[in-house]
């Protein structure tokens, strides 16, 4: 017997948003273009892959570019400062411009950084290298969640995030492996080689298929008025619940990332030799949530998935604080609620992220920037803190615990504020 289908929240159109020149005489009329949804899922994971594939070889570049250890840990810090802050640009810039010349040009930098990489002399030129990396492949995150809203709505934008969500955790969890061999059987600098070859090959697709999808421009550009407009979305309630329940979802499994080396090398010793199973089940977990919620899209509101999901998520963090207050010796008690709690997250993810980017029709562009930007604020705070109160599991599970209930907690505002006007 089928449960009930429960009424699906169709997002609100940017039908009339202010524009300029042609765009205004052609939004209201113009169909909807189509876009390949495996293209935006590759361009969507060229940072995250490229992130975590040099990983492995840190100790090798180290020494061909005589550096220290915490020298050319700076590759991976700068990464992940160039994917925030290159967030808050991308977007505004392509509610002005458009998304194709944004993730055209985004790619390109990216191909300057990964050139600047293979052939860098020292770590200073790798640096800058890496942060040209980091800044022109978050275009296409900021790009690839704005394209979805636009060229769909409901069920089938969920879908959709849901595909992207997908490949960015699972281009997170095979990069490091694709990375070990590949410096192994080539040398570090080789694997900047293999990313060229597929980041143009990316780029050269995306100029024969990419579509413009923004047909509603916002106003000229310039330092006030994204600040401005970033001060709007900050706000709204229901941008900043959703979002919050979205990073709460998604990055709060970085501090397991962080800490499960330390919880079964500790905790679990005689479980050492099977860490890379427990890793697949951080990833399997997320990915078969994401793909739960595209079917749940089309019988339930975006709202109940990113509520069911959530409150899971927050239950399933709880129940691994109980399960390692009570039994610390028992993987059972490690990997179920760990499972659990990213399958949870994966399902809640392309929910709330359809809806934070829905709170202003506007400038879907400079909410995906926004969004973004608040994800990785999240999973900074988050291992950060992991990082000063220790690796223990408990400590863990406290933090992962009021995360999770916070993002709850942003997620029941954002309903109760879903219906506010845009501020001024």
Known sequence: MNAPAL?????????????????????????RPRVNLLLMAMTTAVGTFSMHVFVPALPAAAVALSASPSQIQLTVTLYLVGLALGQIVHGPISDRFGRRPVILGGIGVYLVG???????????????????????????????????????????????????????TLSSAVAPLVGSYLSLLLGWRMLFAVLLVAASIILVLLYLRFPETNVVRSAPLSLSGIALGYGRLLR????????????????????????????????????????????????TGSILGALTARQAARRMSLEAIALIGTSVATLAAVAFLAGRAIAPDTVATLVAP????????????????????????????????????????????????????GHDSLSVGWIVSISMGSGLAGLLVARRARNQPLPD
Do not use: K
């Open 338 to 389: 760990l499972f659990l709690m990213t399958y949870a997250g994966g399902f809640a993810n392309p929910g709330a992220a359809t809806l934070a980017m829905s709170a202003n029709p506007h400038a879907v562009g400079t909410a995906s920037s926004l969004y973004g930007f608040i994800q990785m604020a999240v999973g900074a705070l988050v291992t950060l803190f992991v990082g000063l109160v």
């Open 7 to 31: 009424a699906t929240v169709e997002l609100p159109e940017p039908d009339d948003a202010p524009v300029d020149g042609a765009a205004a005489q052609s939004a209201p009329d113009a169909p």
């Open 114 to 168: 990964t050139v600047g990489a293979l052939l860098a002399p020292s770590l200073g030129t790798l640096l800058v290298a890496r942060v040209l990396q980091s800044v022109g492949s978050c275009a296409g995150l900021v790009i690839g969640r704005a394209t979805i809203r636009e060229t769909s709505s409901g069920p089938a934008a969920v879908a959709a995030l849901a595909v992207l969500a997908s490949a960015i």
């Open 236 to 283: 709204l309630p229901a941008f900043m619940g959703y979002s919050l329940c979205g990073a709460a979802c998604t990055v709060t499994a970085y501090a397991f990332y962080a800490a499960l080396p330390f919880l079964v090398g500790e905790e679990l010793p005689h479980a050492s030799l099977g860490i890379g199973f427990i890793y697949l089940a951080v990833v």
